[in-house]
């Protein structure tokens, strides 16, 4: 029969064994060089395969994204204190200007510090209504005859009325550490909220930048102030992005501490920015990542070696009106006629009006973002290399291959990640900046920065 046949030849003479397939273990000598006299030694021991690359990345991203959260909320700390102190400047120049041009002069308040986007060493932006005008003319006239009015009180100092600007404005500081005596007299309610009835903290200023200007409209040229309609826009875009605010405020500290967000010198307006990043947010990838340092570091990348200034221009299509002329896209091609612009930001409120024609440093603008991302590399190379030369059973023992992340700090990498202050490194946070008084979030951020490493130590 050939089944017995083949049945007996399979069990006579000696059987061959073949062993089953052991799991591979990773050993040091596959995942980086070692010293010869210690690679005998650690190849016995088990450990998972480690991508160094990939784990680097997130432990910047995170130790960044925890140091923004800190920041900030030292900002919004600073902020609330400041709050008082901004409306008593505010509650002085309301009186001065609603006193000496009764009945018909009004003053409002807008800007960042109304929208939540005011840093502490932002100034608050001031607006007098009431003043009826035909051209551009009759506007400086009226700034000239408020100007002299606040000139009469000690506590306005350091004013100087800019009236060439295409919305004149005249820039002033409210020293409330010193008395204001009004000059039309006052009643007990309205003097107390003249008076700075707290002490302040010692790291708060008592003096309060404001931009003050007045509500004006030219149909000649179609310039005119849109102040508030556009800090009621600014609160809506707020509203409908979660991580807008943060990333804003966050963004905003960086230019400033660059000097590059003076839009009067060439910056960016707050507003300029908040379109900026709104713009980039619109898309709904960017939109699934809310960690803030991911997104900052995104948001560099694509305005600094992407974005295409001179061919692209930048808006929020929300009206249709707007639509219809430049598409549903934030991005659209420029028009020929705009090409000697750096930068073109269409004003989604004023569709004829580019609120970047101004805005001739941008190309530095850019260039700093790129040094920005150099030196968040850099980081990333140095823990990268820390990482590698680390004992690899130390790490194996924590790391998760799934997430490239680690379950816990190992004592040695969390004292190596204590010493670096990638926050202070990215915002360029230099003894300079500490000692200029004008400098105020510069000053309150190095104070933070002291605190947290005392806290820890």
């Given at each position: 029969d050939q089944n017995n046949d083949t049945n007996s030849s399979v069990k006579e003479g000696p059987q061959k064994v073949i062993p089953a397939e052991q799991p591979k273990i990773a050993v040091v000598s596959e995942l980086?060089?070692?010293?010869?006299?210690?690679k005998l030694q650690e190849t016995q021991c088990p450990v998972r395969p480690i991508n160094f690359g990939r784990l680097a990345k997130n432990i910047v991203e995170d130790k960044l994204n925890e140091e923004i959260a800190s920041f900030l909320k030292s900002i919004k700390t600073d902020c609330a204190e400041l709050e008082k102190i901004r409306l008593v400047a505010f509650n002085?120049?309301?009186y001065v200007v609603t006193s000496a041009f009764r009945p018909y002069a009004g003053t409002r308040v807008f800007g960042s510090f109304v929208t939540g986007l005011s840093l502490p060493s932002s100034d608050i932006d001031i607006l007098v209504t009431g003043f009826d005008y035909l051209d551009a003319e009759d506007c400086k006239r009226s700034l000239e005859q408020i100007a002299a009015?606040?000139?009469?009180?000690?506590c306005i100092i350091n004013m100087k009325p800019i009236l060439t600007a295409s919305i004149p404005v005249i820039k002033l500081e409210v020293d409330c550490g010193v008395e204001f005596i009004p000059n039309y007299g006052a009643t007990p309610s309205i003097m107390s909220r003249l008076r700075l009835n707290e002490t302040p903290s010692e790291r708060i200023s008592r003096v309060v930048k404001v931009d003050l200007t007045i509500e004006s409209f030219d149909p000649t040229t179609m310039n005119g102030h849109f102040g508030i309609v556009s800090t009621d826009f600014s609160k809506k875009m707020l509203s409908l992005f979660r991580p807008l605010q943060d990333l804003i405020i966050l963004f905003k500290y960086y230019l400033n501490t660059h000097s590059l967000n003076n839009s009067f010198k060439g910056g960016l307006s707050s507003y300029s920015i908040l379109i900026l990043v709104t713009a980039y947010l619109l898309d709904?990838?960017?939109?699934k990542n809310s960690n803030l340092a991911s997104l900052f570091m995104s948001l560099l990348n694509f305005y600094g070696n992407e974005f295409k200034a001179l061919s692209t221009?930048?808006?929020?299509?929300?009206?249709?009106s707007l639509i219809s002329m430049i598409g549903p896209k934030p991005y659209f091609p420029k028009p020929n006629r705009m090409d000697s612009s750096l930068l073109f930001i269409l004003d989604p409120l004023n569709p004829m009006r580019n609120i970047t024609q101004n805005a001739y440093l941008f190309p530095e603008i850019k260039e700093c973002f790129v040094k920005t991302l150099e030196l968040?590399?850099?980081n990333f190379r140095q823990i990268e290399?820390?990482?590698?030369?680390m004992p690899n059973k130390e790490l194996s023992d924590v790391y998760n291959s799934a997430t490239h992340s680690l379950l816990k700090t190992p004592p040695s990498l969390a004292t190596y990640l204590a010493e670096k202050s990638l926050l202070r490194q990215v915002l360029m946070l230099s003894l300079i900046h500490i000692s200029e008084p004008t400098r105020l979030?510069?000053?309150s951020y190095a104070v933070f920065c002291l605190k947290k490493k005392k806290k820890d130590n």
């Open positions: 980086r060089p070692e010293n010869t006299s210690t002085r120049i309301e009015e606040l000139k009469l009180h000690p709904t990838a960017n939109l221009g930048i808006t929020i299509p929300f009206e249709q968040i590399d850099s290399k820390y990482l590698a030369e979030l510069s000053i």
